[in-house]
């Protein structure tokens, strides 16, 4: 038997010019934490974002630690979040011994639904201090609606982009519209430098802020004086330099995703049963993973049989308002995004993938389906 390499989700994809610029780093001897490819790697955000201001760090998770940090979020505080996430958009909240609130999603974005963030504000407690809106699988939440419910309530918007770099909404960035965005280069990311994050605001004062708490709080003076304390959250001279040639190709990426998607597209065309990701009208994501959901059959059951022929595909996250760890906490729900657990599968979406790959997957699929 031929045995074929394993399909992945989304495995990091290498430009190709990584080494040369982490071997620059070596040459400066600039293997210390900061140094000029986190310069460079800042730059490269801020030209494809317009963002004026970019901070790169340790994780997004971190990136989003620091936001509620410098927003003064704490114990008490409500945070209101989308519930259809990932854990790393949520547990800073947690970190700041604040209170989340979930929102459930709506159908045309899978992302927040912006009638129910209107009912929350309503019934939540007390004035929330901030939303945590995540763009997931690539793709920009109903932020028209979101914003100006935002701005008329004096809610502070953290973008979680993790998911979405360089995707658009109206032709603008994801995670440019709120007082913060954040990135994630985590692994599994369009884009990658083994672990890392951005955090993007149009306000200097509150990236000074956030650079402060992320070098550990450190007073302006020649020993080491705190009045604060802060973290270790920023990113690494050697991994930024491997961030600034992963930017380079975020187009490429862009574009290879999305014709995956369409690849997929295509080939499950007909089957009823098959839904895609929506696409909102005003919006450009970059298909980070192709997801689809079925109507009626189990998508577990798709999963293990890609899986034996070393296929790796994966179930939509698990909203939070069902996890464990939240089961008393805040939430109001339609029913969008635990029908979306139950129903959905992300397929392996990585750029490295041909159109044999992709064919292959679809005539798995469609076999199990007749
Ligand atoms: C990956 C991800 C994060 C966390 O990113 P890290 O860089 O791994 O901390 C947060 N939110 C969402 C939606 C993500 O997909």
């Known amino acids: 038997m031929v045995s074929h390499p394993r399909l992945f989700l989304s495995p990091p994809h290498m430009s190709g010019r990584e080494q040369e610029y982490i071997a620059q780093a ?15 790697f800042e730059q490269s955000i801020r030209d494809l974002t317009l963002s004026p201001n970019a901070l790169a760090l340790s994780s997004a998770t971190a990136a989003i630690h620091l936001a509620l940090r410098v927003l003064g979020v704490g114990e008490g505080d409500i945070v209101l979040a989308s519930s259809f996430t990932f854990i790393g958009s949520i547990s800073p909240i947690l970190y700041q011994n604040a209170t989340p609130f979930f929102i459930d ?55 979680d982009a993790a998911e979405s770099l360089g995707a658009t909404y109206n032709a603008k960035q994801s995670g440019t519209f709120g007082t913060f965005g954040v990135f994630s280069f985590n692994g599994n990311k369009i884009l990658t430098t083994s672990g890392g994050g951005m955090l993007v605001s149009p306000h200097k004062e509150l990236i000074e802020r956030a650079r402060f708490y992320s070098t550990q709080a450190r007073d302006d003076a020649p020993h080491y004086e705190h009045t604060d304390y802060g973290y270790n959250y920023r990113m690494s001279n050697i991994l930024a330099a491997i961030g600034v040639a992963q930017m380079e190709v975020l187009a490429k990426r862009i574009e290879k995703r999305r014709m995956i998607f369409e690849w997929y597209r295509n080939g499950l065309t007909g089957i009823e049963e098959i839904a895609f990701m ?3 009208p005003d919006a450009r994501g970059n298909r980070w993973l192709s997801t689809l959901t079925f109507e009626h059959t189990d998508p577990n059951a798709i999963r293990l049989l890609l899986e034996t022929h070393n296929i790796e595909s994966r179930p939509l996250w698990k909203p939070m308002h ?49």
């Open 105 to 159: 999603s709506d159908t045309k974005s899978w992302n927040l639904d912006p009638l129910l963030l209107e009912e929350a504000i309503q019934k939540a407690p007390k004035k929330p201090k901030a939303l945590i809106l995540t763009h997931l699988y690539g793709q920009c939440a109903d932020l028209d609606k979101i914003i100006a419910l935002c701005d008329a309530h004096g809610i502070a918007l953290i973008e």
């Open 322 to 370: 069902l996890q464990p760890l939240f089961n008393s906490a805040l939430s109001i729900q339609n029913t969008t995004s635990e029908t979306l657990f139950q129903k959905g599968l992300c397929l392996p979406s990585g750029t490295q993938m041909e159109y044999n790959d992709v064919e292959k997957v679809c005539s798995l699929i469609r076999k199990a389906l007749l």
């Open 26 to 40: 070596f040459e400066s001897n600039y293997i210390a934490p900061l140094g000029p490819m986190v310069e460079r």
């Open 278 to 280: 929506p696409e909102l």
